[in-house]
Every structure is written in structure tokens, then in C-alpha cells.
């Protein structure tokens, strides 16, 4: 099967609508739904059917989705917009037979997310207590360990916000790099360039797109900690990547999926082949 990504949710940190929250994005999100309304970030790699992180709304999203079987799950960093989903692997218990038969799914975590596992939001006890009822196997994966799915070869990249990870998919004759969250920083290294499809965080839209207005105050801490929109187009001239599509979309952003189109169009103008992401899209590798 050929490798397909799912956008299970395309929101990040904030999601789309926010509960009471009434400005243009929020109300047309909360009268039209998809594509305006944007859940917490997380997609499905189809082929090695791979999930990556699991947002609080994850339950939700699968069922929406065309995923029927999970093979593996990946994490990406221990923020609470990529693992507040975790109860979602109680799917997997046996509520009523007896003896149980339970499934269990395979969860990789790169090293040092294992680490701030240990230490942030309970995450480690949490899954731990799902290992011990058999639900989920736990795998940490050390520094440049690559996992085998079928004929996709699955690599965790570092990245410069060291707590980070990107994960490189490979077949014979094709590559997918997802970035979940986390660009700032980040220099693509060599042997990346040219992936048939790059899947990274839009950044924070520090200048109107349209107007070129300042939109957040130079002092602001977020330009410290995350990476700007601007940052991201170099990135994406940086990896030379045949296809590229934007995600993880912040509500305070202020951009609308019409917006984002509209952008795209702008993009293109300049010779950028750029795609937004919107909760369901299916992209073909
Ligand atoms: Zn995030
Ligand atoms: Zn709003």
C-alpha cells in the first residue's frame, strides 16, 4: 500500500473553535465545522499505519477517520497538545469477556521524550499503567534507532529544540518527513532534501501574510520559543521537498481555512508549491 497521510487534527496548541470564544474564526468554525474547525494536532501515516501523538480529542478523530487498524504509535515531544489523548488506547481492552482478550498496540518514544515522560504531566505513570493491563507495549527507542514496518523504515530526527522529534518514512522509492511541532531552530540536514512530501508546523504568523502588519510585539516570549511563519517558508526553501504541506494551525493566528487559500494562492505566486492542512485531508506521498 502507498504511503498516505491522514490529518487527523491540524489545530495546535489552541484549537479551532475555542469554548467561548466568539470571534470571526471561532463562530463560522462552530457553524461549518470541517474544514474551519481545527482539533488538536495529529495524523496517520497509511501503509505502515502508523499513528503519530494523541491529542485529547484523538478518540474522536479516529472515528471520524478511514483508520481502521493501528500497527504503531509514535511520540513526538511531551508538550499537552501532542499526548492528552492517552486514554485512547483503553480501545484496546476487553471490557466484558472473560478471560480477557485484549489488544495491545506497539508505542514508541524516542529517548529523550522518554525522559520528559519520566518527569511531565504524569505521561510515564499513565502509560505504564496502560503496559501493565497488557493495552500498550512500551519501546524506547535510543538516540538513531530506526524502526522496520513492512517495507517502511521509520526514523526518529532530533531536532534543534533537543525534546523534539520529526520522523522520516522511508520505501524504496519514496519519503515522508513529518515535523509534528517544533521548527525553531532547526537547519534540515543534507540527506532530507528533496522528500517527496514534507509535513511541518506552519509557525507563528508573526506578520499579517496579507498586509505585511506586525501582528505580535517584537518582545513577545512565543518569538523566543517557537518558530515564525517566515522561519518556516525558509525551511521549506531549505529542504527542497517536491511537495510540502503546513499544519499544526494556532487559532490566536487568526487565519481562516478561506484565508489559508487564499495564502496558497498568494504562495504560489512566488513559486512556493505549499498546501495547508485542514482536519481530513488525505495527501499521497
Ligand atoms: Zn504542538
Ligand atoms: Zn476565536
Redesign the pocket.
Known amino acids: 500500500m502507498p504511503l498516505k497521510v491522514e490529518f487527523l487534527g491540524t489545530g495546535g496548541a489552541i484549537t479551532?473553535?475555542?469554548p467561548g470564544?466568539e470571534?470571526r474564526?471561532?463562530t463560522q468554525a462552530r457553524e461549518k465545522g470541517v474544514p474551519y474547525s481545527r482539533a488538536g494536532p495529529s495524523l496517520f501515516v497509511h501503509g505502515p499505519d502508523v499513528l503519530i501523538d494523541t491529542p485529547e480529542e484523538i478518540s474522536y478523530q479516529l472515528n471520524r477517520s478511514s483508520v481502521r487498524r493501528i500497527s504503531a504509535c509514535f511520540y513526538s515531544h511531551w508538550h499537552p497538545d501532542h499526548v492528552m489523548g492517552r486514554r485512547v488506547w483503553e480501545m484496546n481492552k476487553d471490557w466484558r469477556g472473560w478471560p480477557r482478550r485484549n489488544s495491545c498496540t506497539d508505542v514508541y518514544i524516542p529517548e529523550h521524550v522518554a525522559r520528559d515522560f519520566r518527569e511531565r504531566l504524569g505521561t510515564w505513570e499513565h502509560l505504564a499503567f496502560l503496559e501493565a493491563q497488557g493495552l500498550v507495549r512500551l519501546v524506547e527507542l535510543s538516540e538513531g534507532e530506526v524502526v522496520r514496518s513492512g517495507a517502511t523504515e521509520i526514523r526518529p530526527i532530533r531536532l534543534a529544540e533537543s525534546y523534539a522529534y520529526a520522523f522520516l518514512f522511508a520505501e524504496t522509492s519514496k519519503r515522508l518527513l513529518v515535523v509534528p511541532d517544533e521548527l525553531l531552530g532547526w537547519e534540515p540536514s543534507a540527506d532530507l532534501q528533496g522528500v517527496d512530501l514534507a509535513v511541518l508546523p506552519m509557525g507563528i504568523v508573526e506578520f499579517d501574510p496579507f498586509s505585511g502588519d506586525r501582528r505580535i510585539h517584537q518582545d513577545h516570549w512565543l518569538l523566543r520559543s517557537e518558530a515564525t511563519f517566515r522561519q518556516t517558508l525558509a525551511i521549506v526553501e531549505k529542504l527542497q521537498a517536491k511537495r510540502v504541506v503546513l499544519t499544526h494551525i494556532e487559532?490566536p493566528d487568526g487565519l481562516s481555512y478561506d484565508d489559508l487559500r487564499r495564502l496558497e494562492d498568494l504562495l504560489r505566486e512566488d513559486g512556493l508549491s505549499i498546501r495547508f492542512a485542514f482536519d481530513t485531508l488525505v495527501a499521497e506521498v
Open positions: 479551532t473553535p475555542v470564544c470571534c474564526l471561532c487559532e
